[in-house]
């Protein structure tokens, strides 16, 4: 059991490298601070679809184009595809997962689910069981906003702590050997629940869930916040930032320190009063990690690195039966040789 | 690269065992052929919960605390739980997993989710990665109507090619040692996609997957049709059987041969009307593999089997927007010492 650290983290013994990433995002994801570091940009929350669905699943294929184009791979010599996203029976995923041809595992985390797919890639190269994986995950701000809140037509008034739903997705080509940052440890989170009961505050019940993970994280690794150039956490916006900072603090003695940044505060303007608390969405992390970060990494300007995605596993169902929103964040680390 | 078997196919250098299950199912799986081999029966199919959605999510619980019940396994020496089902964001497992405290991978493969759990499984514990993994998936016939098709008070005229979603929930413990079945070999599915178009005839939609799947596994490991007391696919039903049959025989020249069964043909009463053409959801496969099966591999009177269920990977929304059902079928072989 040489790769079980402490009781929820892994160290890979042979950790697998992410060899190339794409990116593909909405007309506003285009227009914030990142711009510079997506792939494909759409001049339209359409992309040339009929439905934000299509639309949606649409960026995905794109974002997957552009990993394995960036390389040259074709289709079939990819092992598995591990993809997940915010809609009801994942079927971003799904149809991309047909569109593509290559064995596929569904997976669900909600937000978390960028990471989540990472670790089992991770697990399953590491262990020998294939060469090349592909991870995607994708979110849409209209697909997301009429599934999980009201119709897009209402253009209800939002609350301050609201956050604005990223529209992009972003694929990862995870490879046995090659150049990149290695995914050199993973903890993998459990389902935290502080009762929080308001869905339109994603930041504030995932807080708890990104703190006891990067508590788990530093505990398990014998690591400190210090070991990483960035802790990044997925899409917890201005409200969760500030609460995982203080969860940290309070309840597990853990300072953060000023390395510690979270993917809905880097994807917006800030000033921008759409954007409210911050990004948010599978297609936060994946975009800001496997755009800006990636880049950062390959040119040296960051060695080490946290991701931690979190994610709110609750449905409209639940909430409406009057259930918690219980919570769940999973990281890795990735390091540059 | 040991472990990898052809294209789509793994075979376990250190094939963990599945040393427990668990079943829980409702009031009227517990009247049909394989009542007496679940662990727990409901009376009611609200199984004293206010909601549908909770009366699944107990039965899930039921299910995983039994698993661990039988061999006295406390939640905190699970390294993993995973989990899915065919609610929305799957908040069935999503809920489960924050009761047992266990660090959880969400997945969705629709009705292929117990055999997409028992490979990732099966692969996190053969590569090492922990020693004790719980899989468990459900379903429940009132949840899955209402939310794939409609309200249950329509009391809607079924056709002669539906299915009746089981209610049920099973779990697996799945162990690097110890006494049970092992999983030896898995097949990792491709979405298949044949255009089809109606929800109301999942058999149909389903059989071309099971059928690439079971090829699949053939061509990668060198085995045939004989080398397995039991070929058993998840959920076809009456139809997807027949179709399985066929497109074995008409596509790939394979004779799948009279040990060929479903779940959905062996969990109900073939001669209920309201059975139509037999049994699906998540919880087919799970309980008829874990109940039913399971207790016939440990008596002895089977040694080797393949098991592989299938999902429907639609939603209701890609379904209004004229998109074909994309399908998956995963398999795995269980073999007794």
Chains 1, 2 share one sequence.
């Not at 609750?314 to 990281?331: L, R, V, W």
Request: charged share 15%; aromatic share 8%; with cysteine.
């Amino acid at each position: 059991m040489t790769n079980k650290l402490g009781k929820q983290s892994l160290r890979f013994a042979s950790p697998p490298v992410i060899t190339s990433t794409g990116t593909a995002v909405g007309p506003f994801e285009a227009q914030g601070p990142l711009k510079d570091d997506f792939d494909f940009c759409y001049r339209d929350e359409m992309a040339g679809e009929k439905s934000f669905e299509k639309a949606e699943r649409r960026l995905m294929y794109q974002a997957c184009n552009i990993a394995l184009g960036k390389q040259h791979i074709p289709n079939d010599q990819v092992d598995y595809l591990f993809g997940g996203d915010l809609l009801n029976q994942i079927i971003s995923a799904g149809f991309n997962a047909r569109d593509f041809g290559i064995p596929f595992f569904g997976i669900y985390g909600a937000c978390s689910t960028s990471v989540e797919g990472l670790i089992l890639a991770t697990i399953t190269l590491s262990g020998g069981f294939g060469n090349l994986a592909l991870i995607t995950t994708s979110s849409h701000n209209s697909t997301a906003e009429r599934q999980f809140r009201y119709p897009t037509e209402y253009a209800c008034q939002r609350k301050p702590y609201s956050q604005w739903t990223v529209t992009g997705a972003g694929a990862a080509v995870l490879s046995s050997s090659g150049n990149g940052p290695k995914i050199t440890t993973a903890t993998v989170g459990k389902v935290a629940d502080m009762a929080c009961k308001d869905p339109l505050n994603m930041g504030a019940a995932m807080a708890p869930a990104a703190a006891a993970t990067l508590a788990q994280h530093f505990s398990d690794t014998g690591r400190n916040p210090e070991f990483y150039d960035l802790i990044l956490t997925g899409d917890l916006g201005k409200v969760g930032h500030e609460m995982t900072l203080e969860w940290c603090r309070n309840q597990y003695q853990l300072d953060l320190g000023p390395n510690y940044q979270d993917c809905g505060l880097l994807i917006y303007d800030q000033n921008n009063p759409q954007v409210h608390a911050g990004g948010s969405g599978c297609g936060c992390a994946a975009i800001t990690v496997y755009g800006h970060i990636y880049k950062r990494m390959m040119n040296g300007e960051l060695k080490k690195i946290l991701v931690a995605a979190t994610g709110a596993l609750h449905s409209p169902i639940s909430c409406q039966q009057g259930e918690n929103i219980p919570c769940i964040a999973h990281a890795v680390s990735l390091e540059m040789p």
